[in-house]
């Protein structure tokens, strides 16, 4: 693919060129909107497929991104069990696609369901509720 070899460079070029096309209006904007979009998401862009790894020491990364319908995979490289859960605590109704993935065994992983609902996903370890560390977001663009 011709945009695949420098995807961070594509992704600040992006960005200037949305910014750029703010201050034009009407349909050469929408055109330019269009052309942009097929050169597929830089780094600074949601993507489908992500993936958060817990360990003793907490969830990497704590914030991630993805599109609208996409889904995150939970990873436990723990050496103990983790549930992973939507936000709030004790009430898990926020994203409960999050919920899919629940409880997961030493070595376990497990995709959410499909994000569909643009917004922010806050996430917690139900088994360690209070603790900071198994707490993060997903921003669902
Ligand atoms: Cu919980």
Redesign the pocket.
């Known amino acids: 693919m011709l945009h695949r070899h420098t995807p961070r460079h594509l992704g600040m070029l992006h960005l200037l060129m949305r910014q750029a096309l703010l201050s034009v209006s009407g349909w050469s904007a929408l055109l330019w909107l269009f052309l942009a979009s097929g050169c597929g998401g830089g780094p600074s862009g949601p993507t489908a497929d992500v993936t958060i790894t817990v360990t003793a020491s907490g969830v990497t990364p704590t914030d991630v991104r993805v599109a609208a319908g996409g889904r995150v995979t939970f990873l436990n490289n723990d050496a103990r069990p983790h549930?992973m859960?939507?936000?709030p605590?004790?009430?898990?109704t926020d994203c409960p696609a999050i919920n899919d993935v629940g409880f997961l065994n030493p070595g376990q992983s497990r995709a959410t369901g499909a994000l569909n609902v643009k917004r922010t996903c806050g996430f917690?370890?139900?088994t360690n509720?209070s603790d900071p560390i198994f707490k993060g977001r997903i921003l669902v663009e």
Do not use: C
């Open positions: 549930a859960s939507s936000d605590i004790q009430l898990h917690h370890d139900h509720e």
